[in-house]
């Protein structure tokens, strides 16, 4: 039989240089963190091996908790973060968008969680009305770091994201922080950019230079013609008023360069990336690219397109077909997790 999870414990310990003595109290949570990371990384394999055990390393879970001093303590099975998805919304939106896949899966059974980005918490109408001081200054690396904090909350929940929460749903599977992942219309990482005339025109407006660091005020012709276009006038007039916020320019621009950059030849967790055919702002072909550019073969990655869909695919009509989608994919994949989800 394997090592035991102390064995490993110990042995990962010092490994990284770590006392696994009774607790001195001198490693604070930060450093726990980062020891709890670099550890698992050195433990995957071996403790793959003990699946048989009743040890599910895939998901960070065990029937009990990790008794070493400075490891986090894991959840029971029953309460296992498998069942935990956060939904990551992108520009233009805020975790109003959301309401029918939570309402979706939680009736499936999963707990679901809806951070806002920074300045993006509240009604849509009000944060039109009165866009939050700063807005225009926010940068995606601050976007980055608030999801991410919610997420640490966590043992590898799994996570669904549009657009730049796409993007960011493949920057944090890339860090090994998720079970699995479905990144829809998401923006494609390291720069990636496509020649579709849609694509090249609704980036250049978001992204133009010359604005500075003046916010991008949506309205309703722009959400009309370019996020919601297969919708018609008054229905995507209706969607407007519900969900759609103004947004910084800056965290499109950041989308292409140092912060939306992503390591594609190394393992990953099953990631899903879906595309809508329609999409003005990311093309399904881009998508699809984003896809081909992951190349370890023995993670699991796969591109599913859906015809008549617009970059507001997750609230136009057929809207549940793509959720009942991403739901299929996460329970095909939640229970076989691939180890490289934390290597």
Known sequence: MGASKANLGLAATQRYGLDNSPMTGSINLIDRD???????????????????????????????????????????????????VIFVHGMFQNPVSWQKWTSYFS????DCVTPAWPLHAGN?????????????????????????????????????GHSVGGLITQILLSRGLLSSGVAINSVAPNAMIDLDWGFIKNSAI?????????????????????????????????????????DSRNVLRDCMGEDG????????APLLLIGGEEDQIIPAHLTEKNFKAYTDAASLTEFLPFAGRSHYICSEPGWQDVAEAAYQFIERNSAATSVGAII
């Open 34 to 84: 980062q020891f709890w990371h670099r550890a698992m990384r050195w433990a995957a394999p071996q403790m793959a091996s003990q699946a048989s055990s009743g040890v599910n390393t895939a998901l960070g879970c065990w029937n009990g908790q990790w008794r070493e001093p400075f490891a986090r303590p894991s959840p029971p099975v029953e309460e296992c973060s498998m069942k935990t």
């Open 107 to 110: 009736e499936k059974g999963y």
């Open 124 to 160: 849509p109408v009000d944060l039109r009305e009165s866009p939050p001081e700063g807005l225009g200054d926010l940068h995606l690396h601050e976007v980055i770091e608030a999801i991410e904090a919610q997420v640490r909350r966590y043992d590898l929940p799994i996570m669904i």
């Open 206 to 246: 978001i992204a133009n230079p010359l604005k500075g660091n003046a916010p991008v005020l949506m309205d309703e012709k722009t959400f009309h013609g370019t996020f919601a276009n297969t919708l018609s006038e008054a229905e995507a007039a209706a969607e407007f008023e519900a969900t759609a916020t103004h």
């Open 261 to 268: 950059r992503i390591d594609l030849d190394a393992p990953h």
